[in-house]
Structures are given as C-alpha cells and as structure tokens.
C-alpha cells in the first residue's frame, strides 16, 4: 500500500499499521473514508502518551473503583459541547509538552476568568448548536440525512455571535480576540441553507402519500420540485373532498376514508350500514366490524397522488444531494471552525472552573 501523499514512505517502521487500519475502514464504510485528510506521526518531543496503566494509576479517567466521578476527566470537564470534552479527553491522553503551546492555553484559561459573561453567553450559544466534527465526517462519507444538515445551519447560525462576542473584548485580552479571528461565520453557506432547508425537519426523505411527514426542502427553492409538491397535495386535498362528498351520497355519516401501505386507499363502512353501500362500490376487505372498499375514480386518483410523490421524492433527495455538495465546498474550514470551537468550550470551562 501506498501512503506517501500522507507522508508516509514505503520504508516507515509504521506503513504496514497504517495500511491495516486503513483497510479496516475501508471494509466497514465499504468505500475509502470522504473525512481522513491527513495521517499525524507521534513525536516524543511535542507531546506524552500515557498508557493505560498510567491512566488507571492516575484515575485519569476512572476511579479505582471504576467510576468517573471523582476522576480526574471528571473535576476538570465543565464543557457543554461532545467536542470540547473529546478535546479534554485528547489533552488528558496525550499532554502537551510545547512550551509555547501550553502558555497559549494558560493565557486562554487567564483571560476567560476574568471576563464571566463572556464565557456564560459563549456557553449558551454554543449548546444551541451541533457536533460540527461529527456532522463533517458523515457529510464527507455521504452519511448525512436532514437533521444533521439541520444540525450543521443551527452551528453556523451561532458563530456570528461568538465572533462578535469575542472581539468585544479588550486588546489586552490578546489570546480571545486572536481566537476569535479564526471563528469564521461562512455567510454563503448560512443563507444557502436557510434558503434550501425546512426549519422542522423529518429523520428522512420518503413517499408521504398521507400528507403527515415533513418536507426538506423549504417552498419557494426550486420551481420544479414545487410543482410537484403542489401535484400531490391536490390530490390529497381531493380525497378528503372524497369523503365528505361520499357521506353525503350515501348519507352514511360515520363513512371513513383510510389508506394503510398494504392497501392503500380503500373506504370504510360499519357492517351497520352496509345496506345503504352504492352498486359502484368494490369490495376490498373484510373487517370484524367493517367493510373496506374502493372505486375505479379512487383507485385511479391513488395512482396519481403516488405518482407525483414519487417524483417529488425523487427530485427532492436531487435538491437536497446538491445541498449536500455545495456544502462540501466549505468542509475544510468547517473542520478548521470545529477545532476552534471545541478550544472555546474547553478553555472557557476551564476559565470557569478557575474563577
């Protein structure tokens, strides 16, 4: 195996570790991984591997009775966000040895404990945000359904507000405001996505011929899928016209029309008042207490209402794939934005904890 665009030559001691981990990614995401970008080599002079003796001896991360609380991950991690406490996690495995490095940290720490309502209004806007690391590595392995591109404009609907909070502060608060240069807010994504997205969204795109999912893709975004989505909702608006128009012919008050995905749409009339049913009626079902029925105009609507849902599926999963790749495009400064934002939840807590 070749890892050399990764730095790794055919003769490192640690090419054939690589190359196994690499194929056992590959083998369970059935496809090269969209989110490895790099492949870091451990140096001895930038940072400690604690091995998980150590750790236990230390109770790192457990107690020796086997529990977090009282561990040392748990009196220092104060952090609201996944990110900032697999950051914690990241620091407490493998600790800094750079000088610089961990002055830098020191300052963060200093200078957000001296500025509580900066920290307790960053804390607020990123919990109404997502795992932007998460979400990235899905979006890169075309993973990703609605809620996490939802997930995704919920994170960048927050950042102008953390950029703007942060250069708020003081010069003298150099280490925030130098934070804060590399909070970007991605504008064109932002106002794609609220364009694009729905603001409830379902789990998943599908066939909704009952008219109770939830859409993608916002009306008014594309023209064609509009349309379509106009052609089924006239069909439903027409089947509910159906009953009642129904009830009033046969003057059966309690006539119901249903659809279930065995049978789809079929009318249903208590055995009560099967005397009073329409030559034109088709037998469907039989029910305990109940008839089930369909006519040819009925049947022939279904076929239409199915139809234009279909297509309007199909070009809303298009809409929303094309969401998806333009989306892409700003993936590497996401990923940039992710880190920092995971630093902001750590050092903030941290300040904190120290004040």
Not at 16 to 28: I, P, R
Not at 103 to 116: I, T
Not at 257 to 285: C, D, M, S, W
Not at 338 to 354: C, K, P, R
């Amino acid at each position: 195996m070749n890892l050399e665009g990764f730095g790794i030559g055919l003769d490192h001691p640690a090419l054939g570790v690589a190359g196994a981990l690499l194929v056992y990614v590959e083998d369970v995401l059935k496809g090269k991984p969209g989110n490895l970008r790099r492949i870091e080599e451990f140096k001895e002079e930038e940072a400690l591997i604690l091995d998980p003796a150590t750790q236990r001896n230390l109770e790192v991360f457990r107690t020796s009775s086997q529990t977090r609380k009282g561990s040392l991950m748990d009196s220092m991690d104060e952090t609201v966000t996944a990110a900032g406490a697999r950051l914690l996690e990241r620091y407490l495995t493998s600790p800094e040895r750079d000088l610089g490095e961990i002055k830098k940290r020191q300052s963060l720490v200093n200078e957000f404990s001296k500025v509580p309502e900066v920290v307790r209004e960053i804390g607020q806007v990123l919990k109404t945000g997502s795992d932007l690391e998460r979400i990235l590595g899905r979006l890169r392995n075309r993973l990703v359904r609605p809620r996490e591109l939802g997930g995704l404009r919920a994170t960048i609907r927050g950042l102008p507000r953390i950029r703007e909070v942060l250069l708020q502060q003081q010069d003298q608060y150099h280490a925030i405001r130098e934070l804060a240069l590399q909070v970007e807010t991605f504008d064109e994504l932002a106002s794609m996505l609220e364009d694009a997205l729905e603001e409830e969204l379902p789990a998943d795109i599908k066939v909704d011929v009952k008219g109770e999912g939830g859409r993608v893709i916002r009306a008014g975004y594309d023209d064609t899928f509009d349309q379509l989505r106009d052609l089924g909702s006239g069909g439903k608006r027409w089947i509910l016209d159906l009953e009642a128009s129904e009830r009033e012919k046969t003057g059966i008050s309690n006539l119901k029309l249903k659809y279930n995905g065995a049978f789809g749409y079929f009318i249903e009339i208590t055995k009560a008042n099967l005397h009073a049913v329409p030559e034109h009626y088709v037998r469907k079902q039989t029910m305990t207490n109940a008839e089930r029925f369909y006519t040819e105009e009925l049947r022939q609507k279904e076929k239409e209402i199915i139809n234009a849902e279909e297509q309007a599926v199909a070009k809303e999963q298009e809409i929303f794939l094309h969401v998806v790749e333009k989306s892409l495009e700003y993936a590497d400064g996401l990923s940039q934005v992710a880190e920092v934002l995971a630093q902001l939840d750590l050092f903030s807590s941290w300040g904190a904890i120290l004040r």
